[in-house]
């Protein structure tokens, strides 16, 4: 088989395998290649999910951790003013018994 100036390498591959056997020939070469172009698109398309997901579940926790906050601060809040009632009564009681 001889090249002319005007052939490329996979022209004449291609054509070469025409002549072998067609398509049969060209799908047994190729599809490891095939297969592995189409694993790798399909495992980026898996990843992409995973990412957008892992995104929103990032948005999900830092809104709850926000609620969380706020609820801890009304929790504490809440026991502060509780405390400085007792420490009150406490004061009004020990007047009382000073008297």
């Known amino acids: 088989m001889r090249l002319t100036q005007r052939e490329k390498p996979w022209t004449v591959r291609a054509q070469h395998l025409a002549n072998r056997g067609g398509m049969t020939e060209m799908i047994r070469t190729w599809w490891p290649v095939a297969v592995t172009v189409?694993?790798?698109?399909?495992?980026?398309?898996?990843?992409?999910?995973?990412?957008?997901?892992?995104?929103?579940?990032?948005?999900?926790?830092?809104?709850?951790?926000?609620?969380?906050?706020?609820?801890?601060?009304?929790?504490?809040?809440?026991?502060?003013?509780?405390?400085?009632?007792?420490?009150s009564d406490i004061k009004e009681i020990l007047k009382g018994m000073a008297k």
């Open 38 to 87: 189409i694993a790798a698109i399909a495992w980026l398309i898996r990843l992409e999910a995973r990412s957008i997901s892992n995104g929103t579940e990032i948005k999900r926790l830092r809104s709850q951790r926000r609620e969380d906050m706020e609820a801890a601060k009304e929790s504490r809040d809440r026991m502060d003013r509780r405390l400085d009632e007792i420490g």
